[in-house]
Structure formats: C-alpha cells, structure tokens
C-alpha cells in the first residue's frame, strides 16, 4: 500500500501560479500511476492530469491543458501539479491518486488517495 499526503494549496489571484506537492510513503511509488483529481462541493470528483509509472506518458483534461503540468520523482516519492494562468474554475479541493491504470479518469479506478489541499482562486 501507498500513503499519499498533499501540500501547497492556498489562496492566490487570477492569473496566478501555485504548485501542488504529494508525499508519498509505503510501497515503492514506481509501482503506481498517479493522478490529480479536484472537487468541489456538490460535484463528482473530475479529473485532471494523470502520469504513468516511469516513462513520463502525461494525460490531461481539456480545462487545463496548456496550464497545468504533472511531474514526478519515484525516487523522492513526490508528485507535483504546476498550475498556471489560474482562474477562478480552478478553484477546488485538489486530490492526489495512486494506482489506476495509465489512461484511466474516473475516481473509482484508483486505489489510495490523499486528504486533499484547497486551492482557492479569486478574482
């Protein structure tokens, strides 16, 4: 099993950038595709960029394509969400993923998720 454990949400401007970080522990994170998801409050849980085991293959939402990069380092343990150009559709619970298949969006196709950090933009 993984643990997973996000950090680096906050309150910025429109137009601002911010960086999600995600700790991992437990089992060797190279066995596990990762993912952000984010939600907000009365809506399904969305999917936003995802990242395979080791060979750097990214997948992206349309709604953030272009303004948001996923990154990981197995040996640190930590996966990232760069997030420029923010606006206010941004704003969210952000989730970090472990363990779906590469190519996979929906929630239930993973296994072991964080607590979530708020990312609040406003404009």
């Known amino acids: 099993q993984v643990q997973l454990s996000e950090s680096g949400g906050g309150l910025v401007q429109t137009g601002d950038s911010l960086r999600l970080s995600c700790a991992a522990s437990?089992?060797?994170?190279?066995?596990?595709?990762v993912a952000w998801f984010r939600q907000v409050p009365g809506k399904e849980r969305e999917f936003v960029a995802g990242m395979s085991r080791t060979d750097g293959d990214t997948d992206y939402s349309d709604s953030v394509k272009g303004r948001f990069t996923i990154a990981r380092d197995n040996a640190k343990r930590t996966l990232w969400l760069q997030m420029n150009s923010l606006n206010a559709e941004d704003t969210a619970k952000y989730f970090c993923?472990?363990?779906?298949?590469?190519?996979?969006?929906?929630?239930?196709?993973?296994?072991?998720w964080g607590q979530g950090t708020q990312v609040t933009v406003s404009s």
């Open positions: 437990g089992a060797p994170f190279n066995w596990y595709v």
């Open positions: 993923a472990a363990g779906g298949r590469h190519g996979s969006r929906l929630p239930n196709e993973y296994d072991y």
